[in-house]
T-cell receptor, first 117, second 110 residues
Framework: KAGVTQTPRYLIKTRGQQVTLSCSPI?????VSWYQQTPGQGLQFLFE???????NKGNFPGRFSGRQFSNSRSEMNVSTLELGDSALYLC????????????????FGQGTRLTVV | KNEVEQSPQNLTAQEGEFITINCSYS?????LHWLQQHPGGGIVSLFM???GKKKHGRLIATINIQEKHSSLHITASHPRDSAVYIC????????????FGKGTKLSVKP
């Protein structure tokens, strides 16, 4: 069974540009969560999608957005990039049973390392 | 405020030593995860706990719900165990987001 796949692995963008990152969850998983990891703040929750609906959102500005498709693949978008957006962006998939209230193990991808110059 | 604290921040051990990493949290949780992150970034989920104890190979995770505390133990440590270990919790009432500790950087010397 393939794991969580994130593309691209590395990305360099210029301030002011926008970027789209992709996450393909484990087959059958319906929940995808996104996290930002920086040396200063550690891992922080961005948002979670379940069955194409955003269920929860972290404390990030509106420049950060996401969506989930019917096949559970998810994308996140960051517009008007700032230097501080440089980070490792991780996604995790979970919930093969499809019950949003059930705690299940989270499986993480390798991450996309975004550098804003 | 929902917080997760890990200790120690950094840990250096000799190969073969028994290692303990601690995690404390502030309010009730529905689940606690122990994660491992190697250089390069990828995160591997080691355990998910809501009570008691779990064991996988040389790794043991315990949780005390009353004390709001969890420990990750590594027996007979090996240099390949060198990584950052992260505790993450889902607080009761939250819908899906994990709150993470700052991580413990473990270095096991041969």
């Amino acid at each position: 069974k393939a794991g969580v796949t994130q593309t691209p692995r590395y990305l360099i963008k210029t301030r002011g540009q926008q970027v789209t990152l992709s996450c393909s969850p484990i087959s059958g998983h319906r929940s995808v969560s996104w996290y930002q990891q920086t040396p200063g703040q550690g891992l922080q929750f961005l948002f979670e999608y379940f069955s194409e609906t955003q269920r929860n959102k972290g404390n990030f500005p509106g420049r950060f957005s996401g969506r989930q498709f019917s096949n559970s693949r998810s994308e996140m978008n960051v517009s008007t990039l700032e230097l501080g957006d440089s980070a490792l962006y991780l996604c995790a998939s979970s919930n093969p049973q499809g019950n949003p209230r059930l705690n299940t193990e989270a499986f993480f991808g390798q991450g996309t390392r975004l550098t804003v110059v | 405020k929902n917080e997760v604290e890990q200790s120690p921040q950094n840990l250096t051990a000799q190969e073969g030593e028994f290692i303990t990493i601690n995690c404390s949290y502030s309010v009730g949780i529905s689940a606690l995860h122990w994660l491992q992150q190697h250089p390069g970034g990828g995160i591997v989920s080691l355990f998910m706990l809501s009570s008691g104890k779990k064991k996988h190979g040389r790794l043991i995770a315990t949780i005390n719900i009353q004390e709001k505390h969890s420990s990750l133990h590594i027996t007979a440590s090996h240099p390949r165990d060198s990584a950052v270990y992260i505790c993450a919790v889902r607080f009761v009432g939250s819908q899906g987001n994990l709150i993470f500790g700052k991580g413990t950087k473990l270095s096991v010397k041969p």
